[in-house]
């Protein structure tokens, strides 16, 4: 490997991933090459050919080495092979030699999303010098998303990775720091708290917020795994363009997939919702704003129905998609009832919006309480507090706490209440700890 590694990054324009795998280049203070692949089919074609058949942005390369896209960059950055092959790995060690302690700060947040952040900027207004930690997916869900129109303050809307930007520079303006690093394990054992990364960095903190959001779920069908990024996607956003004039489906029946389906409609000849059961889980405005749509011809509604099967190949893509469909819903339930129909579609891609699962794996040995799908339980209520956990000094905000809402303004107003009650809890233990103090003194006199 040459002395400075040469880093290339195909991209596509309205890319949230091909903006994380910049931002994390950034963030190392790495120099890369960046190549717009929309609307050029050569400079397309090269990517494929480089990337082994991946028809997906980013991709990238370290003196021509496929790195690949963003979920395999990720994946070096949090094992530490990322700084190695970019020749920046650091040794954790003092001006003496030897090994440094773990860095400590006063409150660390779990994730960059829009309760993180704004949980940063409030702490940092605060004067708690806080830490975020942006996960393996930063700037979180709203990055995916293409307009945010229900955001109060911007009636014309705006971008989910604008938003997620700018609340990130006006974190950073009142004094808050922010790191690319996956959170592994929190240690709750003795104080203050232990915070180990993936990568084995570790830190140490006084107070905790959780607000780690929450990733999306798949299907776990034959054919899911080996075509994801082949023309299975989770991020239609990110990936739609790269089909243009095929057919697509759209599994699920809230907001995110009538959105993902209406986004769709630019690219695809046609675009089928494919939902379980009748009634949708979308609000009344992505609800009539897809009906539009669906009476122009772009998109077809299919409920009660559910993808069972993709099949296609690495080389070639997707080719078409095994279903099921009961006039109850639910039909993969019922596959031996004579009323259940099993039929196929001829489609160029699936895009999964069917929900998401919480981010809170690394929770999983501390004495914080979780639901049965790893939502963190918080102490709620009306008055102060509402953020707490059973943990003193640790608390939960956004998607991983609110499995109800999981609107931005909630996870915004949630992340404003973690930093208040964390404020308030260092604040408390401060004055704890002096009155402590105080009282052994006296005593001693």
């Known amino acids: 490997m040459s002395e400075h590694p040469h880093v290339e990054i195909y991209t596509k324009e309205n890319c949230p991933y091909c903006e994380k795998a910049k931002d994390l280049f950034d963030s190392k203070g790495v120099d890369y090459e960046t190549y717009n692949v929309t609307g050029d089919e050569e400079l397309f074609d090269e990517m494929v050919e480089r990337a082994d058949g ?37 040794e954790e060690t003092g001006d003496n030699g030897t090994e440094a302690g773990p860095e400590h700060r ?6 960059s999303g829009i309760a993180g952040l704004t949980a940063a900027i409030y702490a940092a207004r605060s004067n708690n010098d806080p830490l975020v930690l942006e996960g393996d997916e930063p700037g979180g869900q709203l990055t995916l998303t293409t307009d945010v129109e229900n955001y109060p303050g911007f009636p014309e809307g705006i971008s989910g990775p604008d938003l997620i930007n700018q609340m990130k520079e006006q974190a950073e303006r009142f004094g808050a720091a922010v790191r690319n690093g996956v959170i592994a394990d ?46 299975v996607s989770t991020c239609a956003t990110c990936d739609g363009a790269f089909f243009r004039d095929e057919e697509m489906i759209v599994v699920g029946g809230g907001d995110a997939a009538f959105e993902e389906a209406d986004f769709l409609t630019k690219f695809a000849d046609t675009v089928y919702l494919v939902h379980r059961r009748e009634e949708f889980r979308a609000e009344d405005y992505w609800v009539d704003r897809l009906q539009e749509k669906v009476d122009a011809g772009d998109v077809e509604i299919i409920k009660n129905t559910e993808v069972t099967e993709i ?13 099921v ?63 707490k956990t059973g943990v003193p000094g640790i608390f939960g905000a956004g998607d991983v706490v609110d499995f ?26 401060e004055l704890e700890a002096q009155a402590g103090a105080t009282g052994a003194a006296a005593s001693d006199d």
């Open 404 to 429: 109800h809402y999981q609107q931005a303004v909630t996870a915004a107003g949630m992340g404003c209440k973690a930093a208040l009650d964390a404020d308030d809890y260092l604040e408390t233990t």
């Open 311 to 323: 099949h296609g190949s690495v080389e070639e893509g997707v080719d078409d998609a095994e279903l």
């Open 186 to 231: 929190v240690d709750d054992s003795s104080r203050p708290y232990r915070v180990e990364l993936s990568n084995g960095d570790v830190y140490t903190a006084d107070a905790f917020i959780a607000a780690s959001g929450a990733s999306a779920r798949t299907l776990g069908i034959p054919g899911e795994d080996e075509l994801m990024g082949y023309g």
């Open 106 to 111: 006063r409150m660390i947040i779990a994730g």
């Open 54 to 90: 991946r028809q997906t942005a980013p991709e990238v390369f370290i003196d021509d080495e496929l790195i690949g896209g963003w979920d395999d960059t990720q994946a070096l950055a949090e094992s530490g092979e990322l700084d190695e092959k970019l020749g920046i790995a650091d």
């Open 325 to 387: 469909r009961h006039p109850e819903g639910y039909p993969s339930d019922k596959l031996d009832d004579p009323e259940t129909e099993t039929f196929e579609m001829d489609v160029g891609a699936v895009f999964l919006a069917i929900g998401h699962t919480p981010n809170t794996d690394y929770l999983e040995d501390t004495a914080v309480e979780m639901d049965d799908a790893g939502y963190i339980k918080t102490e709620g209520g009306t008055g102060g507090g509402q953020t």
